[in-house]
């Protein structure tokens, strides 16, 4: 017992020993310090009367600057440096090398960027190989939005210091910039297992994912940074984007929808939102919310890509359903419409569909007509377009007829045909049928 309370009390002395010893020395650490800020203020003071003498004063001017420097007071330490600088070529006793470095060091951290890059540029000619004026200039050059040039400075540090951090950011987002997206990967990799709040980072490692065809694993990133004040808009798009290659409209309409409702949506972002929304509704055949997004653009952008020329189209078919069938219904509905078009083309005579041919930019209904009073067979070909259709496909319409010895062909679109192809028809057993007629016999038809 006795030898317990004795290994406590030389245990408590030893604590309040170090603790002493730890007292006296900070003690002795802050007089120092104090020491060291009053005599910095006494050289400061000296040497801005030297100074003021003499503008010149080359040490006063080094002693000075390298204060501040050390201080991180850039804003003071800059014009020293920059008067140093322009004295290096008539005084040799300047270290150029240091002067030209924290003359850029100083510009950069000001944001002067041309000042810092001539005192970097100085440097570098005389040590290609110095690693922070790399970063330095690296850091320039993409801000400047050279990537090219930034790329070259940002892997010759990182040839330097392989195993520096700060490097992996600079680097990262200029392969990036610079559309190296599979190289980008690694060093953004990096950077986000060093810090997986970078929000820009995991933006860029989506987006070069994306790139790569890693869709899925970009898709899940862009949806997590969607509720993101500076990121969230364009997550949301990029989200809806994969969600529409995949074929899934309604999850697209959910990401962008989610762009809207954020604040911090610029307005830019926002007519392509309202653009990609029209998109994804037309392809999901609600035609009526699509109008609905595509004049959103109208009163604020015009003359935004093929927005009025959409309306146009969209207005019609969202007054046709018949039409709207026509263009927009998937193949099994579009080949049954065609199939009714042809067996109510000659309502007071027998017709037999004989083939249905489904192609690429067209669908084929061979039939037989009987009446009282003749019978022949027949060639349709319907195209789906809204444009103009050349006279190489009639052509080919013709041909085809001529291999099948059809008696009578039709061609039929929900556009219109070229001079050519009409002046082609002339003496031919072919007629064509453009838009106005077609929207005569699809009034006809009881869908």
């Not at 929808?257 to 392809?283: C, H, R």
């Amino acid at each position: 017992m006795i030898g317990v309370l004795i290994a406590i009390i030389t245990g408590a002395g030893l604590i309040c020993i170090l603790m002493a010893v730890s007292g006296l020395q900070k003690k002795s650490a802050n007089v120092q310090g104090k020491g060291r800020s009053k005599n910095n203020l006494a050289v400061i003071r000296d040497c801005t009367k030297k100074i003021s003498k003499d503008p010149h004063n080359v040490e006063a001017l080094k002693t000075l600057a390298d204060i501040y420097y050390t201080d991180l007071n850039y804003e003071r330490a800059f014009p020293l440096y920059q008067t140093l600088f322009k004295l290096m070529g008539v005084h040799v006793e300047i270290d150029q090398q240091v002067v030209s470095q924290r003359y850029g060091v100083c510009a950069f951290k000001l944001g002067k960027f041309d000042e810092a890059m001539a005192g970097f540029s100085k440097v570098l000619r005389l040590n290609p190989k110095d690693y922070e004026v790399n970063l330095y200039v690296g850091k320039i050059m993409l801000e400047k939005k050279d990537f090219e040039k930034a790329l070259l400075c940002l892997k010759r540090a990182v040839s330097i210091r392989p195993d520096s951090n700060e490097i992996y950011e600079p680097l990262a987002f200029a392969l990036f910039e610079a559309k190296k997206y599979r190289e980008s990967l690694m060093y953004l990799k990096k950077v986000l297992d060093e810090n997986p709040e970078n929000k820009q980072a995991l933006f860029y490692f989506a987006n070069a994912m994306e790139e790569c065809s890693m869709n899925d694993k970009a898709l899940k990133i862009f949806m997590h940074l969607r509720p993101d004040a500076k990121f969230g808009p364009e997550s949301c798009v990029e989200a809806g984007r994969i969600h529409e290659k995949m074929g899934q409209y309604d999850k697209a309409v959910q990401d962008y929808e989610i762009a809207l409702k954020l604040e911090t949506i610029s307005q830019e972002i926002k007519v392509t939102v309202f653009y990609k929304l029209a998109q994804s509704y037309i392809a999901q055949h609600n035609i009526a919310k699509a109008l609905y997004y595509l004049k959103q653009i109208q009163t604020v952008s015009p003359n935004y890509k093929d927005v009025n020329a959409l309306v146009l189209r969209y207005q019609e078919l969202n007054q046709n359903n018949n039409l709207q069938a026509y263009l927009m219904s998937g193949t099994s509905d579009f080949v049954v419409l065609c199939r009714k078009i042809v067996t109510g083309f000659y309502p007071d005579s027998f017709v037999k569909i004989e083939d249905v041919n489904v192609a690429a930019e067209s669908i084929e209904v061979l039939c037989t007509v009987e009446s009282m009073k003749w019978s022949d067979s027949e060639l349709f070909r319907f195209f789906r377009s809204t444009g103009s259709i050349g006279e190489l496909y009639v052509r080919d319409c013709h041909s085809k007829m001529r291999d099948i010895k059809c008696d009578r062909g039709f061609c039929i679109s929900a556009g219109t045909f070229t001079a050519e192809a009409k002046k082609y028809v002339e003496g031919r057993p072919i007629d064509l049928i453009e838009k106005a007629k077609l929207i005569q016999i699809l009034k006809k038809i009881d869908l």
